[in-house]
Nanobody
């Protein structure tokens, strides 16, 4: 079973930076991390989960929500089975839980999320 685990959240002042990590563990002896596209989603308190960024399995293509374009950067280290979301110029509206999703075919593997709080 594929299990993403997010980390790197915390409390930061407006204008600060955080780097979130998405470590994907697998019990299979075969390395399959490179099969998965990775996505980051954000859920503010009381709001629905919204798309933030995505990266294809070879990192050839990245996409960003307009609200984070120019501030956030998605990347991945396939050798280490880790995806990243570098968040710069953080704003209070960025606060909430960030979730990593590993996608392959019909499957979506969601992590439990990591909390980000941006103070003004």
């Amino acid at each position: 079973q594929v299990q993403p685990v997010e980390s790197g959240g915390g409390l930061v002042q407006a204008g600060g930076s955080l780097r979130l990590s998405c470590a994907v563990s697998e019990r299979s002896s075969e390395r399959t991390f490179t099969k998965y596209d990775l996505e980051w989603y954000h859920q503010a308190p009381g709001k629905r989960r919204e798309f933030v960024a995505s990266i294809t399995r070879t990192a050839r293509t990245t996409e960003y929500a307009d609200s984070v374009k120019g501030r956030f950067t998605i990347s991945r280290d396939n050798a280490m089975n880790i995806g990243y979301l570098q968040m710069n110029l953080l704003q209070p509206d960025d606060s909430g839980v960030y979730y990593c999703n590993a996608r392959y075919g019909p499957n979506n593997y969601w992590g439990q999320g990591t909390q980000v709080t941006v103070s003004s």
